[in-house]
């Protein structure tokens, strides 16, 4: 059994209430409950955090670096603007997966760089809340 680690950036506590037209109705409850399903049904544990800040989401990834296999993340908004994250990120050894539950190529411009995925071994994005369940597929066939 191997430690998955789920990282969530800012505002997805919002889930369910912000933007429901664009994230849907399900809350960051209901993505903890998916993830730990699906890490259940595949023999891994899993860790699964939230946070609004920016320091907190780098000390979990450096955290990461001892403790899990495989990191999937959700950087929400840090994705467009965190080279800080993007460097905690590449110290991980481990795959790492990049999840976000819109399309963000289909949103606003500057929504369509990401720092993550050019050190992601997987992008997910657009499959809702689903892309979680893909996400921890995806780096639990490279442990």
Not at 32 to 53: T, W, Y
Not at 58 to 65: K, N, P, S
Not at 97 to 111: D, G, K, M, Q, T
Request: aromatic residues 6%; negative net charge.
């Amino acid at each position: 059994m191997a430690l998955i680690t789920i990282l969530n950036g800012p505002n997805l506590n919002l889930l369910g209430k912000r933007e429901p037209e664009i994230y849907g109705h399900a809350t960051l409850d209901d993505v903890k409950a998916l993830c730990g399903a699906r890490c259940e049904a595949l023999g891994h544990d899993m860790r699964f955090l939230q946070s609004n800040a920016e320091h907190e989401l780098i000390d979990w990834i450096h955290t990461a670096r001892d403790e899990a296999a495989a990191i999937v993340i959700n950087p929400a908004a840090f994705t467009h603007t965190s080279v800080a994250l993007r460097d905690a990120l590449s110290a991980f050894e481990g795959p790492i997966a990049e999840i976000h539950i819109s399309n963000v190529h289909a949103r606003e411009e500057f929504r369509h760089h990401s720092y993550v995925s050019a050190i992601a071994d997987t992008v997910i994005c657009g499959a809702g809340i689903a892309g979680y369940g893909f996400a921890i597929e995806a780096v639990a066939a490279k442990i």
